[in-house]
C-alpha cells in the first residue's frame, strides 16, 4: 500500500505512527497539495492529504478513516478499543486533536499562503483561540492509556502529532504553559520509538 503524504504534515505523520504500531508496511510517496496536476486529485477530489491507496480497493482519506482500516488490518483493538465507553473516549480525543492540527494547520496557510496585506488578525485570532482550549483541556487531563493492546491508541497518537506539529511551526511556544503535556509526550515518546523515526527533516 502506499501513502500519499508530505514530511511535515501531522496527518500523515499520524497515519505513519498507527501503520508502525499496526505492522503494516506503507510506501510512503510525496504529495504536492499545491499542485494541480499531483495526481492526489484524483486520488482524493479535495486533493487533501494523507490518502492511503490500496492494491485492490478505493483510496481511502483522511486520517481517522485510514487509521480505522490500519486497526482492522491488524485484527482489531489494537490502536482503537473494539467497542464501549473506551472507543468513544479514544474517538473523542482523537476529533480534538485533529481540531488542534487543524486550527494550526490554518494559521500557518495564512501565513504562507495570503499576501501579507491580505491576512486576517482576526482569523489568526480565532484559529490560535482553539488550540489554547484545546491544549488547556488537556493539560487539565492528559489521557490515559489503556483499552488496545498496542503501545498508544488512536487518540494519543493524535496527541502526540499535534504537539509534534506545534513544535515544529511554532517552535514549542506550547511547552513553558503546560508542563503536564511535556511530560506526557516524554512519555509517550518512550514508549513509542515511531514518533522519533516519523519526525519531519
Not at 110 to 138: C, F, H, N, T, Y
Request: charged fraction near 20%; glycine fraction near 10%.
Amino acid at each position: 500500500m502506499q501513502l500519499r503524504s508530505s514530511p511535515p504534515s501531522p496527518f500523515g505523520r499520524k497515519v505513519k505512527i498507527a501503520a508502525i504500531l499496526c505492522g503494516v508496511h506503507l510506501d510512503i510517496v510525496w504529495a504536492d497539495t499545491t499542485d494541480p496536476q499531483d495526481a492526489l486529485r484524483t486520488q482524493n477530489p479535495l486533493g487533501k492529504i494523507p490518502v492511503l491507496l490500496r492494491e485492490d480497493g478505493a483510496p481511502i482519506y483522511d486520517s481517522p478513516v485510514i487509521l480505522e482500516y490500519l486497526d482492522a488490518c491488524a485484527g482489531g483493538g489494537v490502536i482503537l478499543p473494539a467497542g464501549g465507553e473506551r472507543r468513544i473516549e479514544v474517538l473523542t480525543l482523537q476529533a480534538l486533536t485533529d481540531g488542534i492540527m487543524d486550527a494550526a494547520l490554518l494559521q500557518v496557510y495564512e501565513a504562507r499562503m495570503r499576501p501579507e496585506a491580505e491576512r486576517s488578525d482576526r482569523w489568526l485570532d480565532i484559529q490560535a483561540g482553539k488550540v489554547a482550549r484545546g491544549l488547556a483541556a488537556l493539560e487539565a487531563a492528559p489521557p490515559p492509556h489503556g483499552g488496545v493492546s498496542g503501545a498508544a491508541d488512536a487518540g494519543e497518537i493524535g496527541l502526540a502529532c499535534a504537539l509534534g506539529y506545534l513544535d515544529l511551526r511554532f517552535s514549542g511556544a506550547w511547552r513553558p504553559d503546560h508542563p503536564a503535556l511535556v511530560a506526557w509526550l516524554d512519555g509517550f515518546a518512550a514508549r513509542v520509538p515511531a514518533f522519533e523515526a516519523t519526525r519531519a527533516p
